[in-house]
């Protein structure tokens, strides 16, 4: 039976579609996607895909909505061209913080967002770094998730890093920043920090280890206007940390994060590619590592049925 690795794309991230489709040297599938004079998007599959393995590399970003819209007209469009399996290949995503009923009568979006793949065909998913870890088990269709902690660590590692400790932003993110620590045999340390609403505004009440005359390495899964953050590396520098050093997997830099970053104390702040990061002279401390072999390994591996689990 035909079982071809087809790559296609949409086009919220695809620079990073390309790298993975180089780091497997595989042609980039052929679609077209135009949007209509009544405002509709309409996607056609330029190639036979009949009984093919497709992976759709679609991420997170603006404009969340149209990328959603356009990931699920290519699902759909491939399952009525026959596709034998079609993967949503998600580096960030879409709703992924709508994770839980925080107020009444509220849409809890992450799952609405598993029901629609499922329902335009898509029969697995791989994604990165999830906000909330029961995001997998609102999925009717299989899920992988890959973590970028590796990648991060490995860039950490080239920045003298033997006198710092791990700091979580918040008790919520105490595992990952555990496995930062555990990853670098460094301390760790962790923030109380409160938060009271579904926002960026958080108090810090105090700081749980011992950061004073040390560096610091602060870590999260995302960061959307930075607020947090950089309350958080205030906090730091008064309670005596030397160096602070920041990284996320997913730098959404909404509104004045970038210019806020680069604005303050932290010496510099890695993240990843998960979304497209335009390089301005607001981004002169940010260091951006690309996911590409990490998703190319994985879908090397779904492809022919070998363990995603051994790449995490």
């Given at each position: 039976?035909?079982?071809?690795?087809?790559?296609?794309?949409?086009?919220?991230?695809?620079?990073?579609?390309?790298?993975?489709?180089?780091?497997?040297?595989?042609?980039?599938?052929?679609?077209?996607?135009?949007?209509?004079?009544?405002?509709?998007?309409?996607?056609?599959?330029?190639?036979?895909?009949?009984?093919?393995?497709?992976?759709?590399?679609?991420?997170?970003?603006?404009?969340?909505?149209?990328?959603?819209?356009?990931?699920?007209?290519?699902?759909?469009?491939?399952?009525?061209?026959?596709?034998?399996?079609?993967?949503?290949?998600?580096?960030?995503?879409?709703?992924?913080?709508?994770?839980?009923?925080?107020?009444?009568?509220?849409?809890?979006?992450?799952?609405?967002?598993?029901?629609?793949?499922?329902?335009?065909?898509?029969?697995?998913?791989?994604?990165?770094?999830?906000?909330?870890?029961?995001?997998?088990?609102f999925s009717r269709v299989p899920v992988d998730q890959l973590w970028a902690t590796s990648l991060i660590c490995d860039f950490m590692r080239t920045r003298d890093v033997s006198n710092a400790v791990v700091v979580s932003p918040d008790v919520g993110s105490a595992n990952e920043a555990s496995a930062y620590a555990q990853s670098l045999d460094l301390p760790l340390a962790i923030m109380d920090k409160r938060r009271y609403a579904d926002d960026e505004i958080a108090s810090v009440q105090n700081v749980i280890g011992d950061i004073e005359g040390r560096d610091a390495l602060l870590f999260d899964d995302e960061v959307l206007t930075g607020g947090s953050m950089m309350e958080a590396v205030r906090i730091l520098k008064e309670k005596g940390a030397n160096r602070i050093l920041a990284g996320c997997t997913h730098g959404v830099f909404s509104g004045q994060a970038l210019q806020s970053i680069n604005d303050s104390s932290l010496e510099l702040f890695a993240t990843t590619n998960t979304i497209p990061l335009v390089a301005d002279e607001s981004t002169e401390k940010i260091k951006v590592l690309s996911v590409s072999r990490l998703f190319g390994d994985a879908i090397k591996a779904i492809h022919h049925g070998e363990s995603v689990s051994r790449l995490i």
């Open positions: 039976m035909k079982n071809y690795l087809k790559i296609m794309s949409g086009n919220s991230n695809k620079p990073l579609a390309k790298e993975i489709c180089d780091y497997l040297d595989t042609p980039q599938g052929r679609i077209n996607i135009e949007r209509g004079p009544n405002d509709n998007i309409k996607v056609k599959i330029e190639e036979n895909v009949r009984e093919d393995d497709v992976f759709v590399i679609q991420t997170s970003c603006s404009p969340v909505n149209d990328n959603l819209t356009e990931l699920l007209l290519i699902i759909d469009a491939l399952k009525y061209a026959s596709a034998r399996r079609i993967t949503a290949v998600l580096p960030y995503y879409p709703y992924v913080r709508a994770d839980k009923k925080d107020e009444p009568r509220i849409s809890i979006t992450a799952r609405l967002v598993a029901d629609l793949l499922k329902s335009a065909g898509a029969d697995r998913i791989l994604t990165m770094t999830l906000h909330s870890p029961q995001i997998v088990a």
